[in-house]
């Protein structure tokens, strides 16, 4: 069965940080580019950073640039986003897919439950 296993989310105050992870089950990640996406209550799902398994390029959104960074650690099958400096505007629910995209309107059937991060005072 394909899917991920998220952890790291969480309440934090504007200005903190927060690691999320992501672990792939039932597929290799090492084979695969890995992407973050987050859904805002009352939005769409968008696409905030991605990394290519084939030479480690990391792609962010204009929203995230500069205060996010992507990794991976392909001998633990998981990808990671460190997100620092965060801002209420980063609420909601992200999420791993297998790819590199940041742009909007991606579908992926196995999205899971992700991961909540609340930033709020």
């Known amino acids: 069965q394909v899917e991920f296993v998220y952890s790291g989310g969480g309440l934090v105050q504007p200005g903190g940080s927060l690691r999320l992870s992501c672990a792939a089950s039932g597929f290799n990640l090492v084979f695969y580019d890995i992407g973050w996406f987050r859904q805002a209550p009352g939005k769409e799902r968008e696409g905030v950073s991605c990394?290519?398994?084939?030479?480690?390029?990391?792609v962010y959104s204009d929203s995230v640039k500069g205060r996010f960074t992507i990794s991976r650690e392909n001998a633990l099958n998981t990808g990671y986003l460190q997100m620092d400096s965060l801002i209420p505007e980063d609420t909601g629910v992200y999420y791993c897919?297998?790819?590199?995209?940041?742009?909007?309107?991606?579908?992926?059937?196995?999205w899971g439950q992700g991961t909540q991060v609340t930033v709020s005072s």
């Open positions: 990394i290519r398994g084939s030479d480690g390029v990391a």
């Open positions: 897919a297998p790819v590199c995209t940041i742009a909007p309107g991606y579908e992926y059937p196995y």
